[in-house]
């Protein structure tokens, strides 16, 4: 059933006029306030009882809850909970969120109101709203819902409490705990949601990899070279990597232990990292098997920073491009392939010489291709390491490569491990 459907039915309940409705409705849901949530308080506005759901609830188990379901009942472990500050119909509005977990699996949720359940409890949630979140389905728990306490531990293999390294976490993820060094931290003005907001950003770093943090109460403790246990974040994609983030409900302590960090970015394969669905400061290995069009010389649009195509911006129209260099490499390691972007400093590197004299032989050529050819001839068919951020979108995965070289190592001896891990 779709919003107009709802609102139909409603505004036939209540006779007002559907238009009213579905607009209160539309407004409830950019909210993300469920469906169910969302009937009831347009009830409750134009007069109704407000009560009761659509249908009865269906018992599930965690792993056979999906999208399509309207409203579930299940017996679960709480392994997390968090808070977070939202807008709603233009106040703040504090919702608890975390994972629910049972012996089929985890599913993340969000709470309304404060039931009272912590980590640990086993719980029957009831009559709880279903909707899709990052691909995925979430609970939505609200007054229409029903919380009781399990005398029987709900049985779990899934840890409780939300203590996670940095190399597991997720977009999506709510109510983490983690154990971090600064690596780089400043403070700086963004147009937010109440106006100007100061807010802290930077690096953090443990024993598994790094993440750069966003700190929404600018706190000034978050000093580089410092190591703290942050409880309760929640992590966002920002620029197509998770993102460690702090609210004003997040707990910031410093440790007595000195965080070891690794300079070494953690190394992967391509499957696995691409699998992650993005990460912060990876490393690959693999062949070059192509050097893509659009890679040498190129024009960017000084507005926006787009590559120009026959110099038009696909945003500004036809303007004056600014000169730069770029490499666009696919690079395959046997488990899947990725897109390098290399920015003018590394590809001035690869081509043996700066952008001025590559744009010298390109003239003398009245060619610009020449230059991507040179670069083509010098990495194609060639082991290389690239190390950067991953992202991965409807596009594929590609990284933006801080770092390319040739691989050092054996490839002999890595094939060797490798057929011994898949051996084991």
């Known amino acids: 059933m779709d919003v107009d459907e709802h609102a139909e039915e409603l505004a036939s309940a209540l006779g007002v006029d559907k238009a009213e409705v579905r607009s209160d409705l539309e407004n409830l849901l950019s909210y993300s306030v469920p469906i169910d949530e969302a009937k009831q308080s347009v009830r409750r506005k134009h007069g109704g009882d407000g009560g009761g759901g659509d249908a009865t609830p269906t018992t599930k188990d965690v792993a056979d809850v999906t999208p399509e379901d309207g409203n579930v009942t299940v017996t679960v472990r709480v392994l997390s909970v968090g808070q977070r500050s ?58 229409s819902s029903t919380v009781a306490v399990e005398t029987t531990p709900v049985e779990t293999p899934y840890e409780v409490g939300g203590d996670s390294d940095l190399v597991d976490l997720r977009s999506g993820d709510r109510g983490r705990n983690v154990e971090v060094r600064v690596l780089e931290s400043e403070e700086r003005v963004i147009d937010g949601r109440d106006g100007e907001t100061t807010i802290r950003s930077g690096v953090v770093a443990d024993e598994t990899g790094r993440l750069p943090f966003t ?49 070494e970015a953690p190394r992967m394969g391509i499957a696995e990292a691409v699998g992650s669905g993005g990460l912060f400061d990876v490393e690959l290995v693999g062949n070059v098997l192509e050097v893509r069009d659009g890679s040498g ?41 990725v897109t390098a972007v290399l920015d003018r400093d590394l590809t001035e590197e690869l081509y043996g010489g700066t952008m001025e004299e590559a744009m010298t032989a390109a003239r003398d050529a009245m060619d610009k291709e020449v230059v991507a050819d040179e670069i083509r001839e010098r990495i194609v068919g060639r082991e290389y390491r690239v190390r950067g951020n991953l992202s991965v979108d409807d596009y594929g995965a590609s990284v933006e490569a801080s770092e390319f070289e040739r691989a050092s190592d054996d490839p002999g001896a890595r094939a060797t491990a490798l057929l011994a891990e898949v051996r084991s």
């Open 297 to 337: 010389l190129i024009e960017r649009c000084p507005e926006c920073g787009r590559v120009l195509q026959n110099g038009q911006c696909r945003s500004h129209g036809d303007v004056d491009g600014e000169d730069d260099m770029r490499v666009k490499a696919i690079v395959d390691d046997g488990t899947g392939t």
């Open 215 to 263: 700190d929404w109460k600018a706190r000034s403790e978050l000093r580089e070279g410092h190591d703290f246990r942050f409880e309760d974040v929640y992590v966002r994609e920002f620029r197509g990597v998770p993102q460690v983030n702090l609210s004003e409900f997040t707990t910031v302590t410093p440790l007595a232990r000195d965080v070891e960090v690794d300079d």
């Open 86 to 143: 939202i807008q709603y119909q233009g106040e703040e509005q504090v919702i608890r969120e975390g994972e629910f977990a049972d012996e089929t699996g985890t599913i993340s949720y969000t709470a309304w109101e404060d039931f009272g359940f912590e980590p640990g409890d086993s719980i029957t949630v009831g009559n709880a709203g279903v909707r899709e979140w990052d691909g995925r389905p979430e609970l939505n728990v609200g007054q």
